[in-house]
């Protein structure tokens, strides 16, 4: 699943949308949006681009090493990543640093300090993993559709906001349709991955060597300001702290699926790329180069 969202070929974002819980269908619309914005050219990789299994394997790096090997097939020598995996994309930073402008991680889940592993917060996080792994392994559209309301915040403010009863019931039945027709790689993205969170993901990343770069690679770590505080805005900031020159931007009035919670949280995100662009040409101009 490697599609184009194709205007100036100056410009170009590596989109990683392999995330749990959204089909890529409800994806592409921003993404759209973002590259008539940015003026650009975005080239995706969805949950049928990589192999889900891999997460699986007992070698922690199987899957990165097998996608790097679609990346690197796509033949792209400088863009900016934008990562919406929730944390399945993050390993990739290391790898692909000699070929980042720019690096832009929305909602990364899961991440912790080793102290917070032994407290009754983490134990109900693992709880809950396991509760999505049964759902979505299901495969039963009818008992995940309900979970919306917990990653996006349309349905779940939608009383507060006064919305049409039509209003959501017509969100959710995009969602169900989306779901519908999924492919058999994103459900099992979907029933694999929050187990990978909580269980392999804070010690692949300690088995990673410090963040080193001969460049200055500017990257945003960004979460929705109604994201979950331990699930993901801590996690935001435990990232920054292996990342060290990250820095940490909320995405206003968004939760965890900023594709589909309306125009401002798109906007904020293209406003934050266009900066990680900016940023990268006044780096260039510096240099003289």
Not at 60 to 81: H, N, P, S, W, Y
Not at 159 to 175: H, L, M, S, V, W
Not at 177 to 200: C, D, G, K, T, Y
């Amino acid at each position: 699943e490697i599609q184009s969202v194709d205007f100036l070929k100056q410009r170009c974002i590596l989109y990683l949308g392999f995330s749990r819980f959204l089909p890529w269908s409800l994806q592409l619309p921003a993404l759209r949006t973002l590259a008539s914005d940015l003026e650009c050219r975005i080239v995706c990789l969805g949950c049928e681009a990589v192999r889900v299994d891999l997460l699986e394997d007992s070698d922690k790096m199987a899957f990165f090493e097998d996608l790097l090997q679609v990346i690197d097939a796509l033949g792209l020598t400088r863009f900016v990543l934008l990562d919406c995996t929730f944390g399945a994309g993050v390993p990739l930073l290391w790898k692909l640093k000699d070929s980042l402008q720019g690096a832009m991680v929305v909602n990364t889940s899961w991440l912790f300090q080793e102290h917070f592993r032994s407290t009754d917060t983490f134990r109900k996080l693992q709880k809950r993993a396991a509760t999505l792994t049964e759902l979505w392994g299901t495969g039963d559209v009818d008992a995940v559709v309900p979970l919306l309301s917990d990653f996006c915040l349309v349905p779940s403010l939608a009383k507060i906001r006064g919305f049409q009863p039509q209003k959501i019931e017509n969100f959710y039945q995009q969602y169900r349709e989306a779901l519908s027709l999924a492919p058999e790689a994103f459900w099992h993205m979907s029933r694999v991955q929050p187990m990978w969170n909580i269980e392999a993901f804070t010690d692949l990343l300690a088995t990673l060597p410090p963040w080193q770069t001969s460049k200055n690679i500017p990257i945003t770590i960004a979460h929705g300001s109604y994201a979950p505080m331990a699930a993901v805005q801590e996690a935001s900031f435990n990232l920054q702290s292996i990342l060290q020159v990250a820095k940490v931007e909320c995405i206003p009035t968004s939760m965890w699926f900023w594709q589909i919670e309306g125009a401002q949280p798109v906007a904020e995100v293209s406003q934050f790329l266009y900066e990680l662009f900016t940023c990268h040409s006044q780096q260039s101009l510096a240099r003289g180069g």
